[in-house]
């Protein structure tokens, strides 16, 4: 079948279907032959589809492949060290308006100063083992929960988990070639 198709606006051919090369026409391009009436989009004409099915995708942008080496959006997110931070700025701001009454006298006062701290401890421990299971910094979790552990729950729970460190050539070559590009 001989086939006509558009480039830059202009009628190219006649051509044999078995003449078309991998990079001659693509999905969009505008064919037409004796049997049609109009022209229409290559891809709808299904004497092409063979053609199709061995072109590739596109390569996807530079920015497309770090993200998606980058981050493994299987993962869900930690939603329990999210209801944690969240339920920790409730209690304190409960425990501020209920000051007076719960801590009146020095006993309950000392009782926390001793939990605080303890409760810190906690969930600096918290997020530093899911931190870890995120492949994320341990220590610097840690240390963000002690001094701010509602704040750094929250966002510790709301990031995609890093894939392992384990990088490719591949990788490594495309985080280079990123760098140069954003200096």
């Given at each position: 079948m ?5 480039e830059?606006?202009q009628?190219?051919?006649?051509i ?5 090369k991998p990079?001659l026409?693509d999905?969009?391009t505008l064919?037409w ?8 989009k290559?891809d709808?004409?299904?004497e092409?589809?063979?053609h ?5 995708p596109p ?11 980058k981050?493994d959006?299987?993962y869900d ?11 920790i700025?409730?209690?304190s701001?409960a ?6 009454k ?6 309950h006062q000392?009782y926390?100063?001793i939990?605080?701290?303890l409760l810190?401890l906690?969930c ?9 299971e995120?492949?994320r910094n341990?220590?610097?979790w840690?240390m963000?929960?002690?001094f701010?552990p509602s704040i750094a729950l ?6 995609h988990?890093l894939?392992?460190?384990r ?5 490594r070559?495309?985080?280079?070639i990123?760098k140069e590009?954003?200096?």
């Amino acid at each position: 079948m001989d086939l006509f198709y558009e480039e830059s606006g202009q009628k190219i051919g006649p051509i044999k279907i078995t003449d078309i090369k991998p990079n001659l026409i693509d999905r969009d391009t505008l064919v037409w032959h004796k049997d049609l009436d109009n022209w229409i989009k290559a891809d709808t004409l299904p004497e092409l589809t063979k053609h199709f099915n061995s072109i590739p995708p596109p390569l996807p942008s530079k920015k497309e492949l770090v993200i998606k080496a980058k981050y493994d959006k299987e993962y869900d997110k930690e939603s329990e060290a999210t209801s944690l931070g969240v339920f920790i700025v409730i209690i304190s701001i409960a425990l501020y308006f209920l000051r007076k009454k719960v801590f009146s006298d020095e006993e309950h006062q000392i009782y926390f100063l001793i939990f605080a701290p303890l409760l810190a401890l906690g969930c600096a421990i918290y997020a530093s083992k899911t931190a870890k299971e995120l492949n994320r910094n341990q220590g610097g979790w840690f240390m963000l929960t002690l001094f701010l552990p509602s704040i750094a729950l929250i966002i510790l729970g709301q990031l995609h988990k890093l894939k392992e460190r384990r990088v490719s050539d591949f990788e490594r070559e495309l985080d280079r070639i990123n760098k140069e590009d954003e200096n």
